[in-house]
């Protein structure tokens, strides 16, 4: 089992920067893909990315491509999510994601508000 924890989220203004991090306990990071959700109010919760077990490939939504980068430390049990030119719609509840095989797990969330 992992236990997923959040953090880096805030308030930011239109075009500005942030950078999540999630760490992992419980058990090895690289036994898991791992990924970026976020969930607005009032809509369902999407993909924003993905980074496989060694960290050597990558998947954004194509409404974060270009602007947001996420990168894995599998001996820090950590994995990142740097957002740049952050719009008012990147707003939302970002949440951290361990999967293997049927195995599923979830941080609790950190919020992100981009407002001026």
């Known amino acids: 089992q992992v236990q997923l924890v959040e953090s880096g989220g805030g308030l930011v203004q239109p075009g500005g920067s942030l950078r999540l991090s999630c760490v992992a306990s419980?058990?090895?990071?690289?036994?898991?893909?791992m990924a970026w959700y976020r969930q607005a109010p009032g809509k369902e919760r999407e993909l924003v990315a993905e980074?496989?077990?060694?960290?050597?490939?990558?998947n954004y939504a194509d409404s974060v491509k270009g602007r947001f980068t996420t990168s894995r430390d599998n001996a820090k049990n950590t994995v990142w999510l740097q957002m740049t030119s952050l719009k008012p719609e990147d707003t939302a509840v970002y949440y951290c994601?361990?999967?293997?095989?049927?195995?599923?797990?979830w941080g609790q969330g950190t919020q992100v508000t981009v407002s001026s």
């Open positions: 994601n361990a999967r293997r095989n049927w195995q599923n797990y």
């Open positions: 980074i496989t077990r060694s960290g050597g490939s990558t």
């Open positions: 419980g058990n090895n990071l690289n036994l898991y893909i």
